[in-house]
């Protein structure tokens, strides 16, 4: 081989050599590029299902709570229903008190 034929093969090997590190460079931007969009979406998804999951979190809670106030709330009306009662009960007693003492204080 002559001195022109070898330059000419090692011009040639160096023009393969810059296209094949371009190529790599482009197919190296590209899965950047592709690996940005997939993680957005990862970002996004994960974003939704918390969001799923704090809606189904406070609505649970809001359950839980309206549950208890109900119990509260017939609790309550069943205490105030036997303090009703006992108070039916006494008030035959409280107005015989009431009178002995209204006697008592008209014959003084």
């Known amino acids: ?45 994960a974003e939704e299902e918390a969001r799923k999951y704090a809606e189904s979190a406070i609505s649970e809670a809001r359950k839980s709570i309206r549950e208890e106030r109900e119990k509260i709330v017939k609790k309550g009306l069943a205490e105030a229903e036997e303090i009703k009662n006992k108070s039916k009960k006494n008030v035959p007693k409280a107005t015989k008190f009431i009178l002995t003492e209204f006697e008592r204080a008209a014959d003084a």
């Open 1 to 45: 081989m002559t001195r022109a034929e070898i330059l000419s093969e090692i011009k040639q090997a160096e023009e393969e050599a810059k296209s094949q590190v371009a190529q790599a460079n482009e197919i190296k931007n590209r899965k950047i590029s592709e690996a940005h969009v997939q993680a957005r979406e990862n970002i996004k998804r």
